[in-house]
Nanobody
Framework: QVQLVESGGGLVQAGGSLRLSCADS????????MGWFRQAPGKEREFVAA????????YYADSVKGRFTISRDNAKNTVYLQMNSLKPEDTAVYYC??????????????WGQGTQVTVSS
């Protein structure tokens, strides 16, 4: 079973950086495509980035391309989201998710509880 726990959120000034982590306590982490999503107040949840089970394929939303990097360490059952050049519009609750299938922007099966990222101007 997949159990995801995010960490690393916080308050940062515009232009700053944060690295989010998402750890899975299960034994099948390396079998799943992992994704990051975010939801800002009053808005729908949106896709941010995804990475294949091997780490060989990544996929980003246009809004974060060139600023965010998704990576994973299967030995540590952890996926990361390095966020650079943060903007106030990046403020949201960030969720990691897992899906049994290829890299995609939707149809994820398991979700974490979320971690708050706030970017001040």
């Amino acid at each position: 079973q997949v159990q995801l726990v995010e960490s690393g959120g916080g308050l940062v000034q515009a232009g700053g950086s944060l690295r989010l982590s998402c750890a899975d306590s299960g034994r099948t982490f390396s079998m799943y495509t992992m994704g990051w999503f975010r939801q800002a107040p009053g808005k729908e949840r949106e896709f941010v980035a995804a990475i294949s089970w091997s780490g060989g394929t990544t996929y980003y939303a246009d809004s974060v391309k060139g600023r965010f990097t998704i990576s994973r360490d299967n030995a540590k059952n952890t996926v990361y989201l390095q966020m650079n050049s943060l903007k106030p519009e990046d403020t949201a609750v960030y969720y990691c998710a897992a899906r049994a299938g290829g890299v995609a922007h939707d149809a994820y099966d398991y979700w974490g509880q979320g971690t708050q990222v706030t970017v001040s101007s």
